[in-house]
């Protein structure tokens, strides 16, 4: 039995429902949300650059939340399109609002990201990012 061979010229469709991850507050655990992104990014139809751009992201991101959080478990959410990538993370946190605290992350997270947000809201630090096919 031959395997079909994918068309180049075939549609990448979105994924149905979003893909959610719940990692312990480890940052090994960026691992495994890297290669989510990739993978996720490869099904939005992103370049490679689109991709490294996407997997820088998603470490700043856990990186935060490890840091930021009170050791208790992250949770990731992606949520793919035909040309785009959204990824939210979240985490239980005790600490304040200190805008000093994440600027190198944001800074990242400008250059690679289409758009992002971080905050603490309801004793939970939030940040999110989006990224597009370019």
Request: glycine content about 8%; aromatic content about 4%.
């Amino acid at each position: 039995m031959q395997s079909e061979e994918p068309s180049p010229t075939r549609e990448l469709r979105a994924v149905d429902g979003p893909i959610v991850l719940t990692l312990p507050a480890d940052s090994r655990m960026a691992r495994i949300a890297r290669l989510t992104a990739t993978a996720l990014g490869s099904m939005a139809g992103f370049s490679v650059d689109d991709s490294d751009d996407l997997r820088i992201g998603v470490d700043e991101l856990v990186v935060m939340m490890v840091e930021g959080g009170d050791g208790a478990n992250l949770t990731m959410r992606f949520e793919v399109t035909d040309s785009e990538v959204h990824v939210s993370a979240q985490t239980p946190t005790s600490a304040h609002g200190d805008p000093e605290r994440f600027v190198l992350s944001e800074q990242i997270l400008g250059v690679v990201a289409d758009t992002y947000s971080v905050a603490t809201e309801g004793g939970s630090l939030v940040a999110w990012l989006t990224k597009r096919a370019s």
